[in-house]
């Protein structure tokens, strides 16, 4: 439960939201009991009543149907309230966790796989989602609807409250907290056998056709099969878990009816109550139960709420890549990047980058050829400072950058990986990534740079477009531009562009290089890639291999 009070001040910032969303459930539980109490004494009352002579029917039945109608609108207030809160909590969440991670992107890289990683920034941060929804939300108002219950039957029926009390605590408190217990293991393991299934489909579909070429798709179809299977055992220990807590509710329940039921028929034989509101009080403290049932199904997934927020909470503990600055020092407003005796690599009799000499001057751009794991996208790292050099010095207009602020830093100098993805929203949604103030004109004019102004400007809803989950409804080249007009839209006047056609055909990779002279004039580029580039395209080119650049 540590590592999900480390959570509590983004639940904490939603409160009002929570406290209006404990107050309807409170209201739709309460609703519901007094609408089971009062039916039932309406019935009977009215039954007892020969020809219903002197008996009010039209008092009680509009209160019935003022409670159902109470009892609806304050559900549907509850839901809505609720999750709204809710979402926005893991939306905080989520933005939280990337913070936390952003610094540590090469300890990330080194000690998680891609489906893990995957695993703690989707799946294991939606996991939480039961934290107040679905555990502590029902508990809560269960407990009040059960003390106002409570306090009901010690003033009309004072035999019964003991018993109701007794079992109505146990089946709020007790069957939970003994359920978290035993459902912490199951669940720890639900959300490990969950990781391990992202992981193995993400490393069957990404690795597909070297699965076909060495005629290994077998082997990895068994491996997803018996993580499935893991995954399925899991959960069934954790539903195992949850039938007995349940059960066990139920067993209460009807300890608490005869409980009530018991010391009730003694009172109506003494004349002590009428049948009316025995009947009444039975099924009000039927309808009290109403809560505690939903909240063992919720509690049963407590288990992994807690060890997701293990997992999320590890990535803040993974030593940071590079530490920020104590006193953090200015970029001064324009200047040449430079290298000088740069190194980098856990092996020192061979490292990745053996003493590197570099230097991009203003409006200057650069490609460094080389083939795949040479160190090309290692050297960009360094360069934003996702990576630290083992020796040697970077320095932007004669400033060190491990004595700038990363925030500053990466405000001059932007990034464009391989595999920088469109996201699911709108084209200005992803656009405004680079710049989130940007006004309509900026937009347009990026992807006029770009040469995708024409196409977003056919789409039905222009810049409003929406784009789909990884921008399936974009062609491979109109997905690069538009990644690449979010680029242009930073103000950094240093762009580094790690294979920016990778998986484009030849030719629309030739028409991307013919527009990045005009797309990127006035801008200072450094291009690593292994394509063919066509003439113009840059101003020299450098090749790095074994851990140096030389000229070609």
């Known amino acids: 439960m540590k590592a999900i009070r480390r959570f509590a001040p983004l639940f904490l910032a939603r409160r009002s939201q929570f406290l209006a ?31 219903a002579l002197g008996f009010n029917l039209f008092g ?118 003994a359920l978290a217990r035993a459902a912490r293991a199951p669940g720890a393991a639900t959300i490990a056998a969950a990781a391990r299934l992202r992981e193995a489909a993400l490393d069957t579909i990404e690795g597909q056709a070297d699965l076909r070429l060495f005629a290994a798709m ?39 009816l005869i409980g009530t039921l018991l010391p009730g028929l003694a009172a109506l034989q003494r004349g002590a109550i009428g049948a009316p509101l025995l009947v009444g009080l039975t099924l009000a403290v039927l309808g009290s139960f109403e809560a505690v049932a939903g909240t063992v199904r919720s509690v049963a997934r407590l288990g992994a709420s807690v060890a997701a927020a293990e997992r999320l909470d590890a990535l803040s503990r993974l030593s940071p890549g590079a530490p920020e600055p104590v006193a953090p020092v200015p970029l001064p407003e324009a200047g040449a990047l430079s290298l000088r005796g740069v190194r980098f690599g856990h092996r020192a009799e061979r490292p990745i980058l053996a003493g590197l000499d570099l230097d991009l001057h203003l409006g200057e751009r650069i490609a460094i050829e080389g083939p795949s794991g040479c160190g090309k996208s290692t050297l960009l790292s360094l360069l934003v400072r996702l990576e630290v050099p083992t020796a040697g010095r970077i320095a932007i207009g004669g400033q060190a950058i491990e004595r700038v602020a990363s925030a500053e830093l990466r405000r001059r100098v932007m990034l464009l990986e391989q595999d920088a993805p469109v996201f699911l929203g709108t084209v200005a949604d992803n656009l405004r990534i680079g710049r989130p103030d940007a006004d309509e004109d900026a937009l347009w004019e990026a992807l006029d740079r770009a040469r995708l102004a024409d196409f977003v400007a056919s789409l039905p809803a222009g810049l409003e477009t929406w784009l789909g989950e990884g921008g399936r409804t974009l062609s491979v080249g109109q997905a690069r531009r538009l990644v690449l007009a979010r680029a242009l839209l930073s103000p950094a006047a240093i762009l580094l562009l790690d294979e920016p056609t990778s998986g484009l055909d030849p030719e629309t990779e030739s028409a991307f290089f013919r527009d990045l002279p005009k797309a990127l004039a006035g801008r200072s580029v450094l291009l690593a890639t292994h394509a063919r580039l066509p003439a113009g395209v840059v101003d020299r080119v450098l090749r790095l291999d074994q851990g140096r650049l030389t000229p070609l």
């Open 218 to 256: 077998g082997a990895a179809r068994q491996r997803f099969a018996e993580r499935a299977d893991a995954l399925g055992r899991a959960r069934r220990a954790l539903a195992a878990r949850s039938a007995l807590a349940t059960a066990a509710i139920h067993t209460l329940s009807g300890a608490a």
């Open 60 to 177: 009680p039945s509009s209160a019935v149907r003022g409670l159902s109608l109470l009892r609806i609108l304050s559900r549907y207030g509850e839901k809505l309230v609720g999750h709204d809160a809710t979402l926005r909590v893991l939306s905080d969440i989520r933005a939280h966790v990337f913070r936390e991670a952003m610094p540590r992107f090469a300890a990330l890289r080194r000690d998680l796989t891609r489906g893990d990683l995957v695993q703690r920034l989707t799946g294991d941060v939606e996991a939480l989602d039961v934290v107040f929804l679905l555990a502590v939300g029902p508990m809560v108002t269960g407990l009040c609807a059960g003390g106002l219950t409570f306090a009901v039957l010690l003033f009309t029926l004072p035999g019964a409250a003991p018993s109701y009390g007794a079992a109505f605590l146990a089946a709020t408190v007790l069957v939970p907290l």
């Open 21 to 51: 969303a404990l107050l309807l459930s409170l209201a739709t539980l309460l609703a519901g009991a007094a609408l089971l109490a009062l039916s039932g004494w309406f019935l009977t009352a009215a039954f007892l009543t020969t020809a």
